[in-house]
């Protein structure tokens, strides 16, 4: 009767609290992995909004004669804001343009804005605004219609332009 028994194996107490304590540390390293995989997605959206917004300015610079009087035709997939030197170009997930996007921006998971306007005291001298920003929210975020870049240049029109 003076033996004690020896204790073998883990009580159910310390097994709900080594449970708990792995429970924790699950969470935090999913929650961790989650902000990971957002930052690297937002990287990667940032660097294609760079790319492509480059892209458009290039575009402009190259014939700003059509931009400043709303040659649709040479825009495409630009859409003309009446009556502006404004356009708005959308994007789907992969970042392929959605071709008549004004009629399906459902679609697009990205938009470019570009803003043309005349400089004060010049008729020549044009800015060129374009913002890019994410439609839908990012996970863990709940603000739609994030700005995740935006890119300013000037352009000299030379000739005869008709605009705003």
């Not at 609290?17 to 429970?23: D, G």
């Not at 863990?140 to 890119?151: G, Q, T, Y």
């Not at 240049?153 to 000739?159: D, E, P, Q, S, W």
């Amino acid at each position: 009767m003076g033996r004690f028994k020896e204790k073998r194996g883990f009580t159910l107490i310390e097994l709900i609290i080594a449970v708990a304590l792995l429970a924790v540390a699950g969470t935090v390293a999913v929650r961790l992995f989650v902000h990971a995989h957002v930052n690297n997605r937002l990287a990667a959206d940032i660097d294609r909004s760079v790319f492509y917004g480059t892209s458009w300015i290039e575009r402009i610079k190259s014939s700003p004669g059509d931009w400043i009087n709303g040659n649709a035709s040479a825009l495409d997939p630009a859409v003309c804001e009446l009556d502006t030197c404004s356009y708005i170009v959308y994007y789907d997930e992969d970042w392929n343009p959605v071709r008549g996007g004004e009629n399906r921006p459902q679609e697009a998971e990205y938009e470019i804005y570009i803003d043309l306007f005349r400089m004060t005291g010049s008729d020549r001298l044009w800015a060129i605004e374009l913002r890019t920003f994410k439609i839908e929210p990012y996970p863990l975020d709940s603000e739609p219609n994030r700005e995740i870049h935006s890119l300013s240049a000037l352009v000299n029109v030379t000739g005869e332009v008709t605009g705003p």
